[in-house]
T-cell receptor, first 110, second 116 residues
């Protein structure tokens, strides 16, 4: 079993839809949870950085962490074609060593 | 307001040659990390460096791979005697803070290595 599991997709949604992206993990010591967006053949771009449980909102993006279920989510409201990318979740125990999911490919159709 | 810079963006090598990948961290960042991304796989941690020090190289293959971050100049990831299995995207990240606690890592555009 991988330490971090992420559905690879692709996930196709119409423009304006609410998108839900998820990761599950097995290591209860993870404390920091990150979401990155990666466009094709580009580097990952940090979207959200959260600590412990709860919600964090930034514009159209909301990150949610449920440590009791070992489950994290990223919600994208009013999705746009420009949101089409691969979304990577990453986690750490509070050190520099990030553990990444394999990424979910998202396509937002105009 | 330059981000993390990597060069070259694309590198083609024949088996047995050496590959040198360079990374300049964001301004104000002194912590550098190298990750490797294989097709259909997540990014895998390779090594963590500060200026003139290797802090953690637990993710680096024991042979042929080395990394440095000299006092002056960029960080270098060096792969000697490349093999086809080394073909991947190599990403560098940097952070302002280091080992523990809040540690936001910002990534460069990557170097795509192809070994013929």
């Amino acid at each position: 079993q991988k330490e971090v599991e992420q559905d690879p997709g692709p996930l196709s949604v119409p423009e304006g839809a609410i998108v839900s992206l998820n990761c599950t993990y097995s290591n209860s010591a993870f404390q920091y949870f990150m979401w990155y967006r990666q466009y094709s053949r580009k580097g990952p771009e940090l979207l959200m950085y959260t600590y412990s449980s709860g919600n964090k909102e930034d514009g159209r993006f909301t990150a949610q962490v449920d440590k009791s279920s070992k489950y994290i989510s990223l919600f994208i409201r009013d999705s746009q074609p420009s949101d089409s990318a691969t979304y990577l979740c990453a986690m750490s125990e509070g050190t520099y060593k990030y553990i990444f999911g394999t990424g979910t490919r998202l396509k937002v159709l105009a | 307001n330059a981000g993390v810079m990597q060069n070259p963006r694309h590198l083609v090598r024949r088996r047995g040659q050496e590959a040198r990948l360079r990374c300049s961290p964001m301004k104000g960042h002194s912590h550098v990390y190298w990750y490797r991304q294989l097709p259909e796989e997540g990014l895998k941690f390779m090594v963590y460096l500060q200026k003139e020090n290797i802090i953690d190289e637990s993710g680096m293959p024991k042979e042929r791979f080395s990394a440095e971050f000299p006092k002056e100049g960029p960080s270098i990831l060096r792969i000697q005697q490349v093999v086809r299995g080394d073909s991947a995207a190599y990403f560098c990240a940097s952070s302002r803070t280091g080992a523990s606690g809040r540690n936001e890592q910002f990534f460069g555009p990557g170097t795509r290595l192809t070994v013929l």
